[in-house]
């Protein structure tokens, strides 16, 4: 992120006051959010599920949902599980792979969620991983553009380097349903299954502060987007 004001084409070598309005306002959300998730999770990981392990309960939601083929494995680290495509394995970390808390069920099914929604074609999955090959090298590359543009003076090359990270903007809103209806799927499976009240309700919380996460990501991509759109207007005028 620059922190460029002042002369030529608006961009100078001070700290732009406005720049670290930015900052806070990413850090603020960023901060809340996972503070947020960290806590509920904390506190439905103390919940019993009711005596089956997270990946017994994400077996037979992947079953239903005709993902048989779908692998199920340890990951390391805390709330590192994720849905690989590439390998059609559902990675969990300890805690939610051998866990019967509320919180790993909904975290393991919410993982099982995804698996689903590639089995059945979900468009927004396939949308998703359709652009991640693209956001990756717009991420490596759009700040390089966006400094040659500012060293050269050249407005073109800023231009450019915004319409590149323009793109991860992109990719975090189409995140945002892919997250949500994995979620929803978690949520509806565990109610379906007879689970009990409990685990409903603290899937839906726990789901529901993850989610914030998400949402959170893309509130900041959008507001550093906007940041560098007013400075390169600022610096055409």
Known sequence: MPFYYGYGMGYGYGIDPLYLVVVVISLVLGLATQAYINSTYKTWSRVPSGGESAARVARRMLDANGCEQVGIKM???HLTDHYDPRDNNLYLSHENLSGGSVASVAVACHEAGHAAQRAQGYGFMKLRQTLVP?????QSIWMLVFLAGVMMNLANLTTL?????????????????????????????????????????GARKVLTAAALTYVA???????????LMSRTRQSDE
């Open 75 to 77: 990951v390391a680290g």
């Open 217 to 227: 990501a893309a509130l900041t991509s959008i507001v550093q987007l906007l940041y």
């Open 161 to 201: 380097a915004i319409a590149l990270f323009a793109f991860s903007v992109v990719f975090q809103l189409v995140t945002l349903p892919v997250e949500l209806d994995a979620s929803l799927r978690a949520v509806v499976y565990i109610e379906e299954s007879g689970m009990g009240e409990t685990n409903v309700l």
């Open 134 to 138: 693209v956001v990756n090298f717009t």
